[in-house]
């Protein structure tokens, strides 16, 4: 689920749909229904953690916020790598996904919803469309570094220019 549609809010709101779904139909005991069972269980968690903690978590909070990202990024790689295999088009990386890795990182200072405004859209739609470029010829296979390096080119141009 990506795309103009679909935003942090109404996926974020949709996951208990999601867990009631894959708990009822992905059952057949394969390795991805299991994957898809705990990755959904983890964003569950990850979710709520990041719902109802106060602006500091504790410690104890973090540690398990980490543990419940990292599971949520096992899972997901772990679904992809099938996909592969199986020669489906499935599970494929996005920005948005990358970047809720590094989450718990910024959980150690301050919970991530305080500082979630809707000023990242931006960010995040521009980061997007220079992933996409980026995912051209023989390029393809270090993106992150190549889109990172446009991203911080861009930002010293702009101060070069004085304009932010």
Not at 5 to 25: E, I, P, Q, S
Request: charged share 25%; net charge positive.
């Amino acid at each position: 689920f990506h795309g103009l549609a679909f935003k942090a809010a109404n996926t974020g709101g949709a996951v208990r749909l999601f867990k009631h779904l894959v708990d009822k139909y992905c059952t057949d005991g394969s390795v991805v229904d299991a994957q898809m069972r705990q990755l959904v269980a983890s964003l569950l968690i990850f979710n709520e953690l990041m719902y109802t903690e106060p602006m500091f978590m504790d410690d104890n909070k973090v540690a398990e916020f980490r543990a419940h990202t990292l599971e949520f990024g096992r899972n997901y790689q772990t679904l992809r790598e099938e996909a592969r295999n199986t020669e489906v088009l499935a599970w494929n990386h996005t920005p948005k996904v990358h970047k809720m890795q590094h989450l718990p990182m910024l959980a150690e200072i301050i919970n991530p919803r305080f500082v979630s405004v809707y000023l990242e859209e931006s960010l995040i739609g521009t980061t997007t469309k220079v992933w996409k470029r980026c995912m051209v010829g023989r390029y393809e296979k270090s993106i992150q570094q190549n889109m990172m390096v446009k991203r911080l080119l861009g930002l010293f141009l702009r101060f070069e220019d004085g304009s932010e």
